[in-house]
């Protein structure tokens, strides 16, 4: 991806699509995800797979997490967690537009534009 592909990438802006999510005493976010469909009801039955699975987040994602609100894009994110995390968050857009294809990938949440 070149960098004008990776700008026009940092204006969408994120949606949650999974709502149901924890947060434990270290700040650790996890999310839980149903699992529905027809392929996963016979996994459940089958080779005892379960209803729900646990996303656990990595300190980056836990803090990424609640800012996703639907209102606020990826660059505006960016200089939330470039506050919080500093140098450590280098090379910050690269990295967070590799977290949120991800994160769509995987239907957690929907990039509007």
Do not use: C
Not at 36 to 58: C, M, T
């Amino acid at each position: 991806m070149n960098k004008s592909q990776n700008q026009n990438f940092l204006e969408f802006v994120p949606q949650r699509k999974i709502e149901r999510f924890s947060t434990d005493e270290k700040g650790v976010i996890t999310l839980e995800i149903e699992n529905k469909g027809v392929f996963n009801r016979v996994a459940q039955k089958l080779f005892e797979k379960p209803k729900i699975s646990y996303i656990h987040l990595d300190e980056m994602g836990s803090f990424v997490w609640p800012h996703i609100d639907g209102k606020r894009d990826i660059t505006e994110i960016g200089v939330l967690v470039k506050e919080h995390f500093g140098d450590k968050a280098e090379p910050l857009y690269p990295r967070l537009a590799q977290y949120f294809k991800i994160l769509e990938s995987y239907g957690f949440v929907k990039l509007n534009k």
